[in-house]
């Protein structure tokens, strides 16, 4: 499996932007699609973004669309999100996710896991 390491959260205004990176170790990179899930206090972990392995194919959560932007380097094995126009509904700890077998949206297809990175936007 992937190691994965999230950076970048913090406390930012809302209206403001961050950028998160999530780095991986351990094996080929480009062998995993990769996604960024939430998680707010008392909520369910959601989607946020997920991108393939080439980075060609690239999915968002239709409320985030236009606002948060994801990618990724091969050859650094990192993957990133952009979030732009935050809203202190966006709070929450993002992980980044990876896995080899396909591409989706739940929780469940994703068999490695980040610890998280808070993100916490105020009003």
């Known amino acids: 499996q992937v190691q994965l390491v999230e950076s970048g959260g913090g406390l930012v205004q809302a209206g403001g932007s961050l950028r998160l990176t999530c780095v991986a170790s351990?094996?080929?990179?480009?062998?995993?699609?990769m996604a960024w899930f939430r998680q707010a206090p008392g909520k369910e972990r959601e989607f946020v973004a997920a991108?393939?392995?080439?980075?060609?194919?690239?999915k968002y959560a239709d409320s985030l669309k236009g606002r948060f932007t994801i990618s990724r380097d091969n050859a650094k094995s990192t993957m990133s999100l952009q979030m732009n126009s935050l809203k202190p509904e966006d709070t929450a700890v993002y992980y980044c996710?990876?896995?080899?077998?396909?591409?989706?949206?739940?929780?469940?297809?994703?068999?490695?896991w980040g610890q998280g990175t808070q993100v916490t936007v105020s009003s």
């Open positions: 996710a990876a896995d080899r077998r396909r591409l989706g949206r739940t929780p469940g297809d994703f068999g490695s």
């Open positions: 351990g094996r080929a990179f480009s062998d995993y699609g």
């Open positions: 991108i393939s392995t080439s980075g060609t194919v690239k």
